[in-house]
């Protein structure tokens, strides 16, 4: 069930605010893998995060140095081999995310009508990253469960696409970026519309993988 939106529709701005929205999703995430690997500071990621807020807000006065936030980004960024819990990944692909985030802001805006493959590459990455997050997620839940029921058979631990797809974790993962989508398509590129996409997305108050926000 890969998410193919159209993002050729999105400005610059409306992109950036739905990318920022998937990662207010994805950071506690990131949070819990470094609590509990004592690896990397959650807290500049937040910051990041709040900063491109902020700059979506008021873009006239926010002044962002991004190959400084970049340097720091790469700091905080796991390495999967040097660790070897399943956290690891959905902390990389957050890290990731919003490198690509930043890509999106050093580029030029494009005109809807006009925007490439290649000028859609770093919105269509992040939204790819939110959504193997949580299908790698599921597919391990799905193998627990599978391993619990048929302990004695190994050969029957085999997870179909269709089981993946059909999860309710996906289901609301799939939901989540058609409705920030469909919101931000037509909505105004100001303060409010930021407030309400942050809304939105955190109005469950858990990570894409199900993780209570602290």
């Known amino acids: 069930m ?11 701005w409306q992109q950036i605010a739905f990318s920022a929205a998937l990662l207010e999703r994805m950071l506690p995430n990131y949070q819990m893998f470094s609590e509990a690997a004592q690896f990397g500071d959650a807290k500049i990621l937040r910051n990041q995060l709040d900063i491109i807020w902020q700059w979506l807000a008021n873009r006239s006065s926010v002044k962002i140095n991004v190959e400084a936030q970049l340097l720091k980004l790469e700091a905080e960024t796991p390495d999967p081999e040097a660790f070897d819990s399943f956290g690891v990944f959905p902390a990389l692909d957050t890290c990731m995310a919003i490198t690509a985030l930043w890509q999106i802001m050093q580029s030029k805006p494009q005109r809807k009508p006009k925007a490439s493959d290649i000028d ?12 193997n997050s949580v299908s790698y997620y599921v597919e391990l839940l799905l193998l627990d469960e599978l391993a619990d029921d048929n302990a004695q058979d190994s050969e029957a631990l085999e997870i179909t696409t269709e089981q993946i797809n059909e999860h309710p974790l996906m289901q609301w993962e799939k939901d989540t970026q058609n409705e920030l989508f469909d919101f931000l398509k037509f909505a105004a590129e100001d303060k409010r519309t930021c407030q309400l996409a942050k809304k939105m997305s955190l109005s469950e108050g858990l990570s894409n993988l199900g993780i209570e926000i602290i």
Not at 120 to 131: A, F, G, N, P, T
């Open 2 to 12: 890969a998410i193919h939106l159209p993002f050729a529709k999105l400005s610059q």
């Open 120 to 131: 859609l590459e770093d919105i269509k990455s992040i939204s790819r990253l939110s959504h």
